[in-house]
């Protein structure tokens, strides 16, 4: 589990919590039903609106991303099976490396080194891979964007909020029961859609592009690995060239 993110969330709604009693407040007084019902069935309504069914299916697939712990030794796992797969083709040949297929631990990397010990030159090689990395980039991108986007929308749908309670404190001007219970829907709802916006949504939709980016890596380290063996280079350049991928997520 990545426990940045469960810190980031402790952190943030602890924070805002031990602010409202620092000030005199009670915890009760920001749990406002309506408020939430609005900010939330608000937002959803424009993030389905502004993306595809198959954006948003994934997008919500990805959340297990945001917690996932990163896991280094997977880059280090394949970086290693690239670099025996180099020699074994300086060993033997190759297309000796087609019966090391089913033993790869990366899908994408069992069909690259498919097409590599089948022959294909190492310019077509990193011309058709790299078209598909770059479009399962964009693809991954659009869905993690849907967070984005209701990060986006939920501070308006909270302001909306604040106005429909105020409308109501306007209806109600000579019912003071009544007042109490619109002027608490309209603040309240403007802290849900500005603190679901920015404790919540926009920071998923960043740590799902920072896994993104951390698989692309991967993606990018086995066409790199291939093209070099493709090109005959000695296993031993081959390896100094993946750490320049490993080296990315160390410390500087």
Same mark, same amino acid.
């Given at each position: 589990? $990545?426990?940045?993110?469960?810190?980031?969330?402790?952190?943030?709604?602890?924070?805002?919590?031990?602010?409202?009693?620092?000030?005199?407040?009670?915890?009760?007084?920001?749990?406002?039903?309506?408020?939430?019902?609005?900010?939330?069935?608000?937002?959803?309504?424009?993030?389905?609106?502004?993306?595809?069914?198959?954006?948003?299916?994934?997008?919500?697939?990805?959340?297990?991303?945001?917690?996932?712990? $990163?896991?280094?030794?997977?880059?280090?796992?394949?970086?290693?099976?690239?670099?025996?797969?180099?020699?074994?083709?300086?060993?033997?040949?190759?297309?000796?490396?087609?019966?090391?297929?089913?033993?790869?631990?990366?899908?994408?990397?069992?069909?690259?080194?498919?097409?590599?010990?089948?022959?294909?030159?190492?310019?077509?090689?990193?011309?058709?891979?790299?078209?598909?990395?770059?479009?399962?980039?964009?693809?991954?991108?659009?869905?993690?964007?849907?967070?984005?986007?209701?990060?986006?929308?939920?501070?308006? %749908?909270?302001?909306?909020?604040?106005?429909?309670?105020? %409308?109501?404190?306007?209806?109600?001007?000579?019912?003071?029961?009544?007042?109490?219970?619109?002027?608490?829907?309209?603040?309240?709802?403007?802290?849900?859609?500005?603190?679901?916006?920015?404790?919540?949504?926009?920071?998923?939709?960043?740590?799902?592009?920072?896994?993104?980016?951390?698989?692309?890596?991967?993606?990018?380290? %086995?066409?790199?690995?291939?093209?070099?063996?493709?090109?005959?280079?000695?296993?031993?350049?081959?390896?100094?060239?993946?750490?320049?991928?490993?080296?990315?997520?160390?410390?500087?």
């Amino acid at each position: 589990m $990545d426990l940045s993110t469960i810190f980031g969330l402790i952190i943030g709604v602890l924070g805002i919590v031990a602010g409202n009693a620092f000030e005199g407040g009670h915890f009760s007084a920001l749990l406002q039903m309506t408020a939430f019902v609005i900010v939330i069935s608000g937002t959803l309504g424009a993030t389905v609106l502004s993306n595809t069914r198959k954006n948003i299916v994934l997008g919500v697939e990805l959340l297990k991303w945001v917690i996932k712990k $990163d896991d280094m030794s997977y880059k280090q796992r394949v970086a290693g099976e690239i670099i025996q797969s180099a020699k074994l083709a300086r060993q033997e040949s190759i297309v000796a490396i087609e019966k090391q297929l089913p033993n790869f631990s990366d899908k994408f990397m069992k069909n690259v080194f498919r097409f590599m010990a089948d022959g294909v030159d190492p310019k077509t090689l990193r011309d058709v891979f790299e078209n598909e990395i770059e479009l399962k980039e964009r693809h991954l991108n659009s869905a993690a964007n849907i967070w984005i986007d209701a990060g986006g929308f939920a501070p308006t %749908i909270g302001i909306i909020g604040a106005v429909l309670g105020l %409308i109501h404190v306007m209806v109600n001007l000579t019912d003071t029961a009544q007042l109490g219970k619109g002027i608490a829907v309209a603040f309240v709802a403007t802290i849900y859609g500005v603190g679901l916006a920015n404790l919540f949504f926009i920071p998923i939709g960043n740590k799902i592009k920072s896994k993104i980016i951390e698989k692309i890596e991967v993606d990018e380290m %086995i066409l790199e690995g291939a093209v070099a063996i493709s090109s005959g280079l000695n296993p031993f350049i081959i390896e100094q060239k993946l750490q320049s991928y490993l080296k990315a997520n160390e410390e500087i």
